[in-house]
Protein backbone atom coordinates (compact mmCIF):
# COMPACT_ATOMS: atom_id res chain seq x y z
CA UNK A 1 0.00 0.00 0.00
CA UNK A 2 1.44 3.27 -1.03
CA UNK A 3 1.77 6.31 1.74
CA UNK A 4 -0.30 8.78 2.06
CA UNK A 5 0.79 12.21 2.98
CA UNK A 6 0.36 13.60 6.38
CA UNK A 7 -2.01 16.21 7.49
CA UNK A 8 -0.66 19.51 8.82
CA UNK A 9 0.46 19.89 12.77
CA UNK A 10 1.85 16.12 12.85
CA UNK A 11 -0.70 14.65 14.47
CA UNK A 12 -2.08 11.86 13.38
CA UNK A 13 -5.76 10.17 13.92
CA UNK A 14 -7.54 7.14 13.99
CA UNK A 15 -10.60 8.65 12.49
CA UNK A 16 -13.76 7.69 12.15
CA UNK A 17 -16.61 7.05 9.29
CA UNK A 18 -19.64 6.64 10.31
CA UNK A 19 -23.44 6.35 8.76
CA UNK A 20 -27.08 5.87 9.80
CA UNK A 21 -29.20 8.75 10.28
CA UNK A 22 -29.84 10.92 13.55
CA UNK A 23 -32.49 11.84 15.06
CA UNK A 24 -33.68 9.48 17.29
CA UNK A 25 -35.25 10.53 20.69
CA UNK A 26 -33.73 9.46 23.56
CA UNK A 27 -35.16 7.97 26.63
CA UNK A 28 -36.48 9.50 29.57
CA UNK A 29 -34.14 10.26 32.45
CA UNK A 30 -30.76 9.91 30.08
CA UNK A 31 -27.80 11.50 31.00
CA UNK A 32 -26.49 14.76 32.80
CA UNK A 33 -26.95 13.08 36.39
CA UNK A 34 -24.69 13.97 39.08
CA UNK A 35 -24.29 10.66 40.58
CA UNK A 36 -21.26 8.93 41.54
CA UNK A 37 -19.62 6.85 38.40
CA UNK A 38 -20.44 3.25 37.93
CA UNK A 39 -17.40 0.94 39.40
CA UNK A 40 -15.25 -0.60 36.88
CA UNK A 41 -14.53 2.23 35.23
CA UNK A 42 -10.79 3.82 34.68
CA UNK A 43 -9.66 6.25 36.24
CA UNK A 44 -10.48 10.28 35.46
CA UNK A 45 -7.20 10.67 34.16
CA UNK A 46 -7.19 7.25 31.42
CA UNK A 47 -8.26 7.51 27.85
CA UNK A 48 -9.41 4.31 27.18
CA UNK A 49 -9.30 3.50 23.42
CA UNK A 50 -13.12 3.65 22.16
CA UNK A 51 -14.97 0.26 21.61
CA UNK A 52 -17.90 1.24 19.20
CA UNK A 53 -17.52 -1.35 16.07
CA UNK A 54 -16.26 0.30 13.45
CA UNK A 55 -14.84 3.45 14.38
CA UNK A 56 -11.48 4.30 12.92
CA UNK A 57 -11.99 1.80 9.97
CA UNK A 58 -9.57 2.92 7.06
CA UNK A 59 -10.80 3.21 3.40
CA UNK A 60 -8.30 1.19 0.40
CA UNK A 61 -9.93 3.32 -2.21
CA UNK A 62 -7.24 6.38 -3.19
CA UNK A 63 -8.24 7.63 -6.50
CA UNK A 64 -4.66 8.29 -8.37
CA UNK A 65 -2.64 6.84 -5.60
CA UNK A 66 -1.93 8.77 -2.25
CA UNK A 67 1.39 9.89 -2.81
CA UNK A 68 2.61 13.35 -3.19
CA UNK A 69 5.82 13.74 -4.61
CA UNK A 70 6.12 16.93 -4.94
CA UNK A 71 4.67 18.71 -1.79
CA UNK A 72 7.60 20.08 0.23
CA UNK A 73 9.09 17.47 1.72
CA UNK A 74 5.81 17.12 4.27
CA UNK A 75 5.17 13.89 3.81
CA UNK A 76 1.80 13.92 5.07
CA UNK A 77 0.14 10.74 5.91
CA UNK A 78 -3.93 10.11 6.14
CA UNK A 79 -3.49 6.61 6.02
CA UNK A 80 -5.32 5.83 8.96
CA UNK A 81 -7.89 9.04 8.83
CA UNK A 82 -11.41 7.96 9.08
CA UNK A 83 -14.46 10.31 9.22
CA UNK A 84 -18.29 11.31 8.60
CA UNK A 85 -19.95 10.14 5.57
CA UNK A 86 -20.21 13.41 3.38
CA UNK A 87 -21.93 15.15 0.38
CA UNK A 88 -19.84 16.06 -2.70
CA UNK A 89 -20.19 19.35 -4.24
CA UNK A 90 -20.88 19.58 -7.76
CA UNK A 91 -18.50 22.53 -8.61
CA UNK A 92 -16.82 23.62 -11.94
CA UNK A 93 -12.87 23.78 -12.10
CA UNK A 94 -11.86 26.70 -10.14
CA UNK A 95 -8.59 27.23 -11.77
CA UNK A 96 -9.89 26.47 -15.80
CA UNK A 97 -6.82 24.51 -16.31
CA UNK A 98 -8.80 21.03 -16.22
CA UNK A 99 -6.19 20.13 -13.52
CA UNK A 100 -7.37 18.28 -10.26
CA UNK A 101 -6.16 20.29 -7.05
CA UNK A 102 -5.82 18.98 -3.22
CA UNK A 103 -4.06 20.23 -0.65
CA UNK A 104 -4.66 22.22 3.14
CA UNK A 105 -6.11 25.31 3.87
CA UNK A 106 -6.65 26.79 7.64
CA UNK A 107 -8.69 29.76 9.03
CA UNK A 108 -6.49 31.63 11.41
CA UNK A 109 -7.25 34.97 13.39
CA UNK A 110 -8.24 36.10 16.86
CA UNK A 111 -10.52 34.87 19.14
CA UNK A 112 -14.10 34.91 17.77
CA UNK A 113 -13.54 35.68 14.13
CA UNK A 114 -16.22 33.59 13.22
CA UNK A 115 -13.62 30.31 12.11
CA UNK A 116 -15.42 27.23 13.53
CA UNK A 117 -18.76 28.59 11.95
CA UNK A 118 -17.30 29.33 8.92
CA UNK A 119 -15.70 25.83 8.66
CA UNK A 120 -19.24 24.39 9.06
CA UNK A 121 -20.93 26.39 6.64
CA UNK A 122 -18.35 24.68 3.69
CA UNK A 123 -17.97 21.16 5.28
CA UNK A 124 -22.06 21.46 4.71
CA UNK A 125 -21.56 19.41 8.51
CA UNK A 126 -21.31 20.62 12.26
CA UNK A 127 -17.60 19.55 12.79
CA UNK A 128 -16.07 22.27 15.16
CA UNK A 129 -18.34 23.69 17.97
CA UNK A 130 -19.02 27.22 17.93
CA UNK A 131 -20.13 29.46 20.86
CA UNK A 132 -19.58 33.52 21.56
CA UNK A 133 -17.44 32.75 23.96
CA UNK A 134 -13.79 33.61 23.27
CA UNK A 135 -11.28 30.69 22.56
CA UNK A 136 -13.99 28.41 21.96
CA UNK A 137 -11.47 26.35 19.41
CA UNK A 138 -8.67 23.84 22.00
CA UNK A 139 -8.29 21.58 19.02
CA UNK A 140 -7.35 21.46 15.61
CA UNK A 141 -10.40 20.48 13.78
CA UNK A 142 -9.90 19.16 9.94
CA UNK A 143 -12.84 18.92 7.09
CA UNK A 144 -12.59 17.34 4.01
CA UNK A 145 -15.04 19.08 1.09
CA UNK A 146 -14.72 16.85 -2.16
CA UNK A 147 -14.89 18.22 -5.71
CA UNK A 148 -15.05 16.97 -8.94
CA UNK A 149 -12.16 19.21 -9.36
CA UNK A 150 -10.19 18.72 -6.08
CA UNK A 151 -9.99 17.95 -2.90
CA UNK A 152 -9.66 21.09 -0.28
CA UNK A 153 -8.63 19.75 3.57
CA UNK A 154 -9.96 22.56 5.78
CA UNK A 155 -8.16 23.40 8.94
CA UNK A 156 -9.85 25.33 11.72
CA UNK A 157 -7.58 26.29 14.42
CA UNK A 158 -7.91 27.83 17.69
CA UNK A 159 -7.95 32.11 17.82
CA UNK A 160 -4.23 33.30 18.31
CA UNK A 161 -4.31 35.29 21.14
CA UNK A 162 -2.46 36.98 24.59
CA UNK A 163 -1.65 33.90 26.50
CA UNK A 164 -2.03 34.19 30.24
CA UNK A 165 -1.77 30.33 30.93
CA UNK A 166 0.34 27.18 29.71
CA UNK A 167 -2.56 26.15 27.88
CA UNK A 168 -2.96 29.73 25.77
CA UNK A 169 0.95 28.97 24.94
CA UNK A 170 0.11 25.40 23.49
CA UNK A 171 -3.05 26.56 21.42
CA UNK A 172 -1.05 29.64 20.13
CA UNK A 173 1.61 26.65 19.48
CA UNK A 174 -0.20 24.58 17.83
CA UNK A 175 -2.23 27.54 15.66
CA UNK A 176 1.89 28.31 14.83
CA UNK A 177 2.83 24.81 13.87
CA UNK A 178 -0.77 24.61 11.53
CA UNK A 179 0.03 27.71 9.68
CA UNK A 180 3.58 26.39 8.71
CA UNK A 181 2.37 23.36 7.00
CA UNK A 182 -1.03 24.17 4.75
CA UNK A 183 -1.08 25.53 1.22
CA UNK A 184 -3.36 28.58 1.89
CA UNK A 185 -3.82 30.33 4.89
CA UNK A 186 -7.07 32.66 5.11
CA UNK A 187 -6.97 35.21 8.04
CA UNK A 188 -10.32 35.97 9.71
CA UNK A 189 -11.38 39.34 10.30
CA UNK A 190 -15.11 39.90 11.66
CA UNK A 191 -16.72 42.76 9.64
CA UNK A 192 -18.62 43.68 12.69
CA UNK A 193 -15.30 44.75 14.67
CA UNK A 194 -12.71 47.46 13.37
CA UNK A 195 -9.54 46.06 12.82
CA UNK A 196 -7.05 45.84 16.00
CA UNK A 197 -3.58 45.18 17.44
CA UNK A 198 -4.33 41.35 17.41
CA UNK A 199 -5.16 42.00 13.67
CA UNK A 200 -2.15 43.71 13.21
CA UNK A 201 0.21 41.56 14.98
CA UNK A 202 -1.47 38.03 13.09
CA UNK A 203 -0.34 39.66 10.01
CA UNK A 204 2.93 40.62 10.90
CA UNK A 205 3.56 37.03 11.81
CA UNK A 206 2.16 35.76 8.34
CA UNK A 207 4.37 37.91 6.24
CA UNK A 208 7.53 35.19 6.98
CA UNK A 209 5.66 32.19 5.52
CA UNK A 210 5.10 30.35 2.43
CA UNK A 211 1.96 29.79 1.96
CA UNK A 212 -0.71 31.90 -0.36
CA UNK A 213 -2.67 33.87 2.25
CA UNK A 214 -5.82 35.41 1.62
CA UNK A 215 -7.66 37.67 3.67
CA UNK A 216 -11.89 36.63 4.84
CA UNK A 217 -13.67 39.12 6.24
CA UNK A 218 -16.32 37.34 8.06
CA UNK A 219 -19.87 38.52 9.93
CA UNK A 220 -20.20 40.95 6.85
CA UNK A 221 -24.49 40.11 7.33
CA UNK A 222 -23.80 42.21 10.94
CA UNK A 223 -22.86 45.56 9.44
CA UNK A 224 -24.23 48.02 6.32
CA UNK A 225 -22.36 48.19 3.52
CA UNK A 226 -20.79 51.64 4.50
CA UNK A 227 -18.90 49.88 7.48
CA UNK A 228 -18.20 46.34 5.25
CA UNK A 229 -16.20 48.59 2.43
CA UNK A 230 -14.17 50.42 5.82
CA UNK A 231 -13.55 47.13 7.07
CA UNK A 232 -11.93 45.98 3.79
CA UNK A 233 -10.18 48.96 3.34
CA UNK A 234 -7.98 48.37 6.87
CA UNK A 235 -7.57 44.77 6.33
CA UNK A 236 -5.99 45.87 2.51
CA UNK A 237 -4.15 48.18 4.03
CA UNK A 238 -2.68 45.62 6.92
CA UNK A 239 -0.83 42.75 4.54
CA UNK A 240 -0.69 42.20 0.62
CA UNK A 241 -3.16 39.57 0.45
CA UNK A 242 -3.42 37.53 -2.59
CA UNK A 243 -7.30 38.21 -2.44
CA UNK A 244 -10.11 39.63 0.09
CA UNK A 245 -13.27 38.00 0.32
CA UNK A 246 -16.17 39.02 2.23
CA UNK A 247 -18.14 36.07 3.58
CA UNK A 248 -21.03 35.22 5.66
CA UNK A 249 -21.34 31.53 7.40
CA UNK A 250 -24.55 32.56 8.37
CA UNK A 251 -26.28 34.33 5.10
CA UNK A 252 -24.25 31.86 2.97
CA UNK A 253 -23.10 34.70 1.49
CA UNK A 254 -19.72 34.13 -1.02
CA UNK A 255 -19.41 31.02 1.13
CA UNK A 256 -19.09 29.39 -2.77
CA UNK A 257 -16.77 32.00 -3.89
CA UNK A 258 -14.59 31.58 -0.91
CA UNK A 259 -14.66 28.26 -1.34
CA UNK A 260 -13.76 28.65 -5.15
CA UNK A 261 -10.46 30.82 -4.36
CA UNK A 262 -9.19 28.23 -1.62
CA UNK A 263 -9.34 26.17 -4.30
CA UNK A 264 -7.82 27.50 -7.12
CA UNK A 265 -4.35 28.57 -4.88
CA UNK A 266 -4.14 24.80 -4.13
CA UNK A 267 -1.33 22.67 -6.12
CA UNK A 268 -2.09 20.14 -8.20
CA UNK A 269 -2.47 16.69 -6.37
CA UNK A 270 -3.68 13.62 -5.72
CA UNK A 271 -6.70 13.06 -3.88
CA UNK A 272 -6.02 13.23 -0.46
CA UNK A 273 -8.33 11.26 1.41
CA UNK A 274 -11.00 8.76 0.56
CA UNK A 275 -14.53 9.66 -0.76
CA UNK A 276 -16.68 9.47 1.82
CA UNK A 277 -14.33 11.02 4.62
CA UNK A 278 -15.92 14.31 5.91
CA UNK A 279 -13.48 14.64 9.25
CA UNK A 280 -10.35 12.42 10.73
CA UNK A 281 -11.10 13.54 14.42
CA UNK A 282 -11.34 10.71 16.21
CA UNK A 283 -15.41 10.06 17.67
CA UNK A 284 -14.51 10.70 21.79
CA UNK A 285 -12.76 14.52 20.60
CA UNK A 286 -16.10 15.13 18.91
CA UNK A 287 -17.82 13.45 21.49
CA UNK A 288 -16.42 15.57 24.15
CA UNK A 289 -16.33 18.60 22.43
CA UNK A 290 -19.89 18.77 21.53
CA UNK A 291 -20.50 18.18 25.54
CA UNK A 292 -18.03 21.19 26.20
CA UNK A 293 -19.79 23.53 23.80
CA UNK A 294 -23.70 22.27 25.59
CA UNK A 295 -21.79 23.37 28.84
CA UNK A 296 -20.52 26.53 27.81
CA UNK A 297 -23.71 27.83 27.66
CA UNK A 298 -25.49 30.47 30.22
CA UNK A 299 -21.71 30.60 31.94
CA UNK A 300 -19.93 33.85 32.61
CA UNK A 301 -16.02 35.70 33.57
CA UNK A 302 -13.58 33.00 33.71
CA UNK A 303 -15.86 30.13 33.87
CA UNK A 304 -15.14 29.00 30.01
CA UNK A 305 -11.72 29.04 29.94
CA UNK A 306 -11.84 26.72 33.01
CA UNK A 307 -14.26 23.99 31.55
CA UNK A 308 -12.43 20.72 29.93
CA UNK A 309 -14.28 17.49 28.81
CA UNK A 310 -12.60 13.66 28.85
CA UNK A 311 -14.60 10.94 27.05
CA UNK A 312 -13.80 7.71 29.55
CA UNK A 313 -15.65 5.59 27.99
CA UNK A 314 -17.63 4.74 24.49
CA UNK A 315 -20.26 1.44 24.82
CA UNK A 316 -22.24 0.22 22.16
CA UNK A 317 -25.06 -2.02 22.54
CA UNK A 318 -27.44 -2.77 19.64
CA UNK A 319 -28.91 0.72 18.72
CA UNK A 320 -27.53 2.41 22.30
CA UNK A 321 -24.86 4.09 22.51
CA UNK A 322 -23.20 4.65 26.00
CA UNK A 323 -21.22 7.49 26.97
CA UNK A 324 -19.24 8.29 29.84
CA UNK A 325 -18.00 11.89 30.20
CA UNK A 326 -16.24 13.58 33.09
CA UNK A 327 -16.66 17.36 32.91
CA UNK A 328 -13.61 19.21 34.57
CA UNK A 329 -13.32 22.48 36.36
CA UNK A 330 -10.62 24.32 38.39
CA UNK A 331 -12.31 25.18 41.69
CA UNK A 332 -15.03 24.00 43.83
CA UNK A 333 -17.51 27.00 43.36
CA UNK A 334 -17.14 26.36 39.37
CA UNK A 335 -18.26 22.56 40.10
CA UNK A 336 -21.30 24.17 42.01
CA UNK A 337 -21.91 26.58 38.90
CA UNK A 338 -21.78 23.69 36.83
CA UNK A 339 -24.01 21.19 38.14
CA UNK A 340 -26.54 23.68 39.33
CA UNK A 341 -29.17 23.95 41.83
CA UNK A 342 -30.43 19.46 42.36
CA UNK A 343 -27.93 19.05 39.47
CA UNK A 344 -30.83 21.19 37.36
CA UNK A 345 -27.83 22.55 34.86
CA UNK A 346 -25.67 19.78 34.62
CA UNK A 347 -29.30 18.02 33.49
CA UNK A 348 -29.63 20.50 30.62
CA UNK A 349 -26.09 20.35 29.43
CA UNK A 350 -26.30 16.58 29.45
CA UNK A 351 -30.37 17.13 27.43
CA UNK A 352 -28.76 19.53 24.88
CA UNK A 353 -25.29 17.75 24.26
CA UNK A 354 -27.45 14.23 23.84
CA UNK A 355 -29.09 15.24 20.91
CA UNK A 356 -26.13 16.91 19.76
CA UNK A 357 -24.31 13.44 19.70
CA UNK A 358 -27.51 11.51 18.59
CA UNK A 359 -27.31 13.82 15.38
CA UNK A 360 -23.43 13.05 15.28
CA UNK A 361 -23.31 9.49 15.93
CA UNK A 362 -26.81 8.26 14.04
CA UNK A 363 -27.71 6.45 17.36
CA UNK A 364 -29.59 6.65 20.84
CA UNK A 365 -27.41 7.62 23.01
CA UNK A 366 -27.00 7.38 27.03
CA UNK A 367 -24.97 10.00 28.46
CA UNK A 368 -23.61 9.99 31.90
CA UNK A 369 -21.86 13.31 33.33
CA UNK A 370 -19.31 13.46 36.16
CA UNK A 371 -18.25 17.05 36.97
CA UNK A 372 -14.82 16.90 38.80
CA UNK A 373 -12.30 19.45 40.07
CA UNK A 374 -8.56 19.38 38.04
CA UNK A 375 -7.07 22.24 40.20
CA UNK A 376 -5.04 24.96 37.89
CA UNK A 377 -5.38 22.83 34.97
CA UNK A 378 -4.93 25.16 32.41
CA UNK A 379 -1.41 26.23 34.09
CA UNK A 380 -0.46 22.17 34.89
CA UNK A 381 1.54 20.58 32.46
CA UNK A 382 0.39 17.20 34.02
CA UNK A 383 -3.03 17.64 33.98
CA UNK A 384 -2.61 19.12 30.71
CA UNK A 385 -1.39 15.98 29.16
CA UNK A 386 -4.30 14.21 30.79
CA UNK A 387 -6.64 16.31 29.32
CA UNK A 388 -5.12 16.15 26.14
CA UNK A 389 -3.49 19.36 25.48
Known amino acids: MSEAPQPPSGRKSGGRRVGGQAGAQPASGRGGSGSQPASGRGGSGSQPAS ?72 IGQKIAITSNKPQTTRHIIRGVLHRPDGQLVLVDTPGLHRPRTLLGQRLNDLVRDTWSEVDVIGVCFPADEPVGAGDRFISAEIAELKATVIAVVTKVDLVDPATLAQRLIAVSELYDFA ?26 SPQLYPDDVLTEEPEQVLVAELVREAALEGVRDELP ?3 AVL ?62 VAKEWQRDPKQLRRLGF
Not at 244 to 268: K, W, Y
Not at 356 to 372: C, N, S, W
Open 51 to 122: RRGGAGSQSGSRRGGSQSGSRGGRGRDTGAAGGHRHRTAAEPDTAGDGAYRAGFACFVGRPNAGKSTLTNAI
Open 243 to 268: EIVPVSAVSGHQVDTLVEVLVRHLPE
Open 305 to 307: HSI
Open 311 to 372: VQEMLVEGNLTKVYADVYVERDSQKSIVIGTRGSRLKDVGTRARAQIEALLGTKVYLDLHVR
